[in-house]
């Protein structure tokens, strides 16, 4: 059989990997020939990471796997062919060293895969520190780069010895858009002058037309494989537009459009990959719930400029970070905080929660001008906030967390344990409240991040990048969850993300570039002032290409 | 606001409890630890292993040789040169060594001055000279020379003079110091490693509160660890006396655990990782170790040292808790301990307090 | 065919620790550590009894009394308080740790001496220490003794004490605690370095790319080696010129002895790092398994010729012995490379060099767990 393909093709047969009584994926069988890009997507923890472990030769398995006419078994086999293989795993700066600057990893990395540095490395180096827009960044220390730079860096560190066969888990989670088409640039390249292999996941739905194949992953087994159209043809007949009169008992209904398996009345909508994962919902008998949420316990009187800001500026040394920002947060909006890597959207949400100083200008949080910590005390019990990186205990469950959290804002046990009950149907994680925080996968993490950022029932809530690396349904469940919130509480929304489709849920947007706040406006306005774009993706392209 | 307090503490119980091997690596220093230091050390000569070459006729050395006996000294071992026997002391096998000349045995039968060729090993310097002490009392009662005068020696509190128990009890006292700083600094500094710190600091509890919960925690964790260690070792297995009374013992030591819990805080302030902790705490805590008495007493340091030594709140933990275990001092002479732990303790605290309190 | 071991893959890491030891600051540790511990404990440590607090109650104030008082004021371990308490309050003293020993002088005591009848001193002494404790009975017993016997006596010991004359306590203990430092030091720094990048992830580094065990051990051991060599010399330096202790045997020895001892500290400091999983536990473990044996197997406290049944294993199982006495070899007796002991102790050390690599290149796993 294998005789049909060629050398440098990619053999797995027959790989399972299991975690002491838990399977993490079973029985995955593939080919990939030189120059493939092979996407990997499904939900999280459906075994992707796992399936990736192993074709890396870093954790065992059973099954074959072959590759230049290596065969193995084990990562002590695999040995041989990781001299050709180039892997980043996943979570955010996870093989970065916080104190060696960009140039020092890229040294670094040259070094340890022992590389000649000649002009061509050299030449080669340039190209994807300017590709990843780390040029300027050089020579600045890992722990002080922003989540989206840390990915590219640790992208390119892999990138940098031309591997055969590169295995990427999300690369591009927390990646800007910008940088993704740029990042997706040099794959492509990879692939197709170099012949390389490339497997990579993704929780971005709009990549995988860039994938000649895409595996769709789970419960730990590949439920469907083939290019994105054929995937996306597979569930043409259960998209549906969105109407009015709807109520179907077997539908999903998100966004504009409608999924069910039973015939509808109404006209079809063209699908989208992101469709895989709502007709395997409906296949899996999974509904997304419609999410009963009750109206607040207390009767706060919420101001009608929930936050305001003036002149705020922050500097790192020579770096500002923020400059000169006003902007303002209204009773019961979702503001859309937008910009790339390094633009300083965490910085200013960590001024605005008092986690950094404010160098210049002027707070004013719930109606209260803010001065000094002592001003913060009592209205950290009126915030949420979901971080970037993940941050929960790691020695104690899911479950165990967000009680923790739950006490430490002084909510009785009893309704604590009816809103965690909620909160986990809701966002679907359920099955995992008994499980450590760390051995979860990253998507999951976040789902208890948000959770834990809701249990007091805060008035304005602060989200950074809640949804990277969240998968599809998830997030769909998320937005709801954020509408209904708007609606039944009128909280106010101030979030940042990398998806720019999730734009359009927002009332309105603002758009940060190198530290300064370029546009603060609605998403159809903006719409209008582009009317070339196709989707708000392009409408941030054009910002950034602007001066550039 | 209590339940706040006692949900810190209890969690992080909970996050020790979890950890096996760390759960583990205390109860091995509260046990075997303290029972290898108790068994193992002992400064007082025994088993000296002596070596001789015997060049007289024999009577006298074979007398003076049969008084060298256990457990003092090994049965001494005969060379048949001063040459094998200096390399024996060389390669570390002999401690002592006695050349008896070939007029030894003739000059005592005249009674004229004799000398005993003594070589011995003074590279442990104390204890070398305690045997010179043991040989010349074995001479003098060679000497028909009546003394004139009987000692009546009492010992006191510890009467069968067990060193184990003493050596067994100031390694625990060193121990809680360690233990305490460490896990402190680490209570913080994992926070900081794991991204949890910002998470801490958006929480609606006063920082004071969380500080002083997370400390207590860590006391508490020490706190079962000696009472383990009292129970298990100190008591049992050594006899150590209790001539005091065992509450101001435990007293004292929250005092003192709680306060040394402060330069755990003053470490996590200035610590960035658990790398960082495990440098910086060694490099504050054998100061204040050494200064406290521990492994030297302090009249016999280095004036200097000695002035330094009323600043390690060690020092009166560490007196004050003999005074309890072997003299039996009553509580109110303990006052002197008590204010030097307080005060200084409180001292501390406050330092490692504001400094971490300022990152809040 | 791939060398066995490259050395850019070395380079890389050796670097890469170096610059994160320098930014981290723990460099100063690096050598600030050993340093301080040499000179603190150096300068602090005595294992003598000096300047014991006697309290004599001297009820006969008669010649011969005084006389005894002033052979104790004459003694350099004694600090003499002359009282008139009772017995009881000189008690209650020792309870409250003011005084160490009581003597008491009987009233009769000039007159008995007088009448050639024997006469009776009271003795108490703190023996909470029980070490110090003897060691004071043995002073009391020789200064009164000495007191006594005003005679010369007839056989007398012709001591020759070897390698340490002046019997000083410096010289005695300084070069045990090279033997201490260099065995802890090395060995917690290098537990962190693997467990470090275990907890943080960048262990996937080593585990996804072609780097051999051997290279990424030796890459670890490298870099710390290299910092703790330096050590070898500052550690000479403060010995014999801040302490004086002399030196009479070859500084190659002690040279080549101490890196293969730094070798074995850092292998036992990365054995750690394998096994753990977190940092703390291996900072504790570390410390709790270094110190203690450090200390006990030094010979400092105790000879080993001494030790007998237990002690007496575990101290030649734990390295430290073979190389103290290789060290105070070079310090204080100067046999060198003539003494067949010596060049067996030589090859032992090595031999648990290659061991505990061996352990460790065993135990150590390039896959997750």
């Known amino acids: ?97 916080d104190t060696l600057t960009v140039d020092e990893h890229l040294r670094f990395f040259a070094d340890l895969r022992d590389l000649k540095k000649d002009a061509a490395f050299l030449a080669y180096k340039k190209q994807l520190l300017h590709m990843s827009g780390l040029s300027a960044f050089a020579e600045r220390q890992a722990m002080n780069l922003s989540g989206g730079m840390m990915q590219k860096l640790s992208l390119i560190c892999a990138l940098l010895h031309r591997p055969k066969l590169l295995i990427l888990d999300e690369p591009t989670t927390g990646v800007d858009p910008l940088s993704r088409l740029e990042l997706w640039e040099i794959l492509r390249n990879i692939a197709k002058e170099e012949g390389t292999i490339i497997l990579v996941s993704t929780a971005y739905m709009q990549e995988a037309s860039k994938m000649d194949r895409v595996m769709l992953f789970h419960n730990s087994k590949v439920i469907a494989s083939g290019t994105s159209a054929e995937l996306i043809d597979s569930i043409r007949p259960y998209v549906y537009e969105k109407s009015l009169a709807d109520n179907d008992e077997n539908s999903i209904s998100f966004d504009k459009v409608i999924y069910s398996l039973d015939s509808l009345n109404l006209s079809l909508h063209e699908p989208t990959l992101e469709g895989l994962f709502f007709v395997n919902a409906l296949k899996e008998r999974k509904k997304i719930a419609n999410f009963a949420i009750k109206s607040r316990e207390d009767d706060e009187v919420i101001p009608e400029v929930v936050m305001e800001c003036h002149g705020v500026s922050k500097k790192f040394g020579a770096f500002v970070a923020n400059e000169k920002i006003d902007m303002q947060l209204k009773k019961g909006e979702i503001l859309g905080l937008l910009g790339a890597n390094g633009a300083g959207k965490t910085t200013f949400i960590k001024m605005l929660l008092g986690l950094y100083s404010i160098d210049e200008g002027k707070l004013t949080l719930l109606g209260q001008s803010i001065k000094s910590g002592k001003d913060r005390q009592e209205l950290k019990s009126k915030i949420g906030y979901v971080s970037q990186h993940f941050a929960l205990y790691k020695d104690m469950s899911v479950k165990e967390n967000l009680l923790y959290f739950a006490s430490m ?140 | 606001m209590k339940s706040v307090f006692f949900t810190i503490v209890f969690k992080e119980l909970k996050s020790f409890m979890r950890s096996a091997a760390l759960v583990a690596v205390v109860l091995y220093s509260f046990t075997i630890d303290i029972y290898v230091a108790g068994e193992g050390i002992d400064i007082e000569p025994r088993n000296v292993a002596v070596g001789y070459v015997d060049n007289s006729s024999g009577g006298i050395s074979k007398k003076i040789l049969s008084n060298l006996h256990s457990p003092e000294f090994v049965a001494p071992v005969q060379f048949l040169s001063q040459k094998e026997l200096s390399n024996a002391i060389y390669n570390k096998e002999i401690m002592v060594g006695l050349v008896f000349d070939n007029d030894f045995e003739k000059l005592y039968r005249e009674k004229k001055n004799t000398q005993l060729n003594v070589l011995l090993d003074a590279t442990s310097a104390s204890q070398g000279f305690t045997t010179l002490m043991y040989l010349q009392s074995i001479l003098f009662s060679f000497e028909d020379i009546q003394i004139p005068l009987d000692l009546k020696i009492h010992k006191l509190f510890n009467q069968n ?78 006899d150590t006396p209790m001539n005091g009374s065992f509450w101001s013992f435990i007293f004292l030591t929250f005092l003192y655990t709680f306060s040394s819990a402060g330069i755990g805080l003053f470490v996590a302030a200035i610590a960035k990782d658990v790398m960082q902790v495990a440098q910086f705490s060694i490099v504050i805590m054998i100061p204040l170790i050494f200064l406290s008495g521990a492994w030297t007493p302090i009249y016999t340091m280095y004036p200097f040292f000695q002035v330094l030594s009323f600043f390690s709140p060690l020092r009166y933990y560490i007196e004050g808790s003999e005074s309890i275990f072997y003299r039996g001092t009553s509580f109110v002479d303990l006052y002197p301990y008590y204010f030097g732990v307080v005060i200084l303790g409180f001292i501390l605290y406050i330092i490692g307090f504001k400094k971490i309190g300022r990152l809040f | 065919m791939k060398n066995f071991v490259r050395f850019s893959v070395i380079k890389a890491f050796v670097l890469k620790e170096l610059t994160e030891l320098v930014r981290t600051k723990l460099i100063i540790m690096v050598y600030m550590m050993p340093s301080m511990v040499t000179i603190l404990f150096g300068y602090g440590i005595a294992m003598d009894v000096t300047h014991s607090r006697i309290s004599i109650i001297d009820n006969d104030n008669s010649k011969y009394s005084s006389e005894l008082i002033s052979k104790f004021s004459h003694s350099k371990y004694f600090d003499v308080t002359l009282t008139h308490e009772s017995e009881a309050q000189a008690l209650e003293k020792i309870k409250k740790a003011q005084s160490d020993i009581i003597l008491i002088i009987p009233s009769s005591f000039e007159k008995n001496l007088l009448k050639g009848e024997k006469s009776e001193l009271g003795v108490f002494i703190d023996a909470a220490f029980a070490n110090r404790a003897s060691t004071m009975q043995n002073y009391v017993q020789g200064v009164i003794q000495s007191a006594a016997t005003t005679s010369a006596p007839m056989m007398t010991l012709n001591t020759r004490t070897l390698f340490n004359q002046a019997m000083r306590d410096e010289d005695a203990i300084v070069p045990g605690l090279i033997g201490l ?162 060049v067996l102790y030589l090859f032992i050390l090595v031999g648990y060099v290659i061991a505990l690599l061996g352990l460790g290149a065993l135990f150590l796993k390039k896959e997750m767990r």
Request: hydrophobic letters at 50%; one cysteine or more; charged letters at 20%.
């Open chain 1, 1 to 97: 059989m294998a005789d049909f393909y060629p050398v440098d093709a990619l053999h797995v047969s027959g790989v399972s990997v299991g975690y002491k009584d838990k399977i993490a994926i079973s029985d995955v069988s593939f080919e990939a020939k030189s120059g493939e890009i092979i996407g990997f997507i499904g939900a999280d923890g459906a075994g992707k990471s796992s399936l990736m472990q192993a074709i890396a030769g870093i954790v065992r398995f059973s099954g074959e796997i072959s590759y230049l006419q290596h065969k193995y078994h084990s990562p002590k086999e695999a040995e041989k062919i990781k001299i050709h293989t180039g892997f980043m795993p996943q979570g955010i700066g996870l093989v970065l060293y």
């Open chain 1, 409 to 548: 804002h002084r909510i009785e046990k009893k309704t604590a344990l009816s809103r965690i009950a909620l909160y986990a149907k809701e966002l679907g994680f359920e099955e995992y409240l008994g499980s450590f925080a760390n051995e979860l996968p990253l998507g999951v993490n976040q789902r208890f991040s948000i959770a834990a950022a809701l249990l007091h029932e805060p008035l304005v809530l602060f989200l950074d990048e809640p949804t990277s690396g969240v998968d599809t349904l998830a997030r769909a469940q998320f937005w709801q969850i954020l509408q209904k919130l708007k609606e039944v509480w009128g909280i106010s929304i101030l979030i940042t993300t990398h998806y720019m489709s999730e734009a359009q849920f927002c009332d309105r947007v603002v758009l940060l570039k190198n530290g300064q706040k370029v546009a603060d406006d609605t998403v159809s306005n903006l719409y209008e002032r582009f009317p070339k774009a196709k989707d708000f993706e392009d409408i941030f392209l054009e910002f950034y290409k602007e001066k550039a």
């Open chain 2, 161 to 238: 003079s067990d060193n184990k128990s003493f050596m067994a009890l100031s390694e625990l006292l060193s121990l809680i110091t360690m233990l305490v700083v460490i896990l402190t600094a680490i209570v913080f500094v994992k926070e900081k490693e794991d991204g949890t710190w910002d998470i801490m600091l958006l929480m609606p509890i006063d920082a004071k509160l969380t500080i002083l919960a997370k400390t207590l925690s860590q006391v508490i964790i020490v706190m079962g660890g000696v009472i383990l260690s009292l129970g298990f070792v100190i008591f049992n297995i050594f």
């Open chain 3, 181 to 342: 430092v260099l065995l802890v030091a090395p060995a917690i720094l290098t537990a962190l370095l693997i467990v470090k990048e275990k907890e943080k992830g960048t262990i996937f580094n080593f585990y996804a790319s072609p780097i051999g065990k051997l290279e990424f051990l030796i890459a670890k051991l490298l870099p710390v080696l290299l910092l703790h060599s330096v050590n070898i010399f500052i550690l000479f330096i403060w010995a014999t010129y801040l302490f004086d202790v002399p030196f009479r045997g070859s500084f190659f020895l002690y040279w080549l002895s101490s890196e293969i001892y730094i070798l074995i500290s850092l292998s036992i400091g990365m054995l750690i790092s394998i096994i753990a999983k977190r940092q703390i536990v291996a900072v504790v473990l570390t410390v709790i398994i270094t110190i203690l044996p450090a200390f006990l197997y030094s010979g400092m406290l105790m000879p080993i010729s001494s030790m007998q049944g237990a002690s007496w294993m575990e101290a030649h199982i734990f390295p430290v012995m073979y190389y103290n006495h290789i060290l105070y070899d070079c310090f204080l007796i100067g046999q060198g490379f003539d003494s067949s002991k010596i």
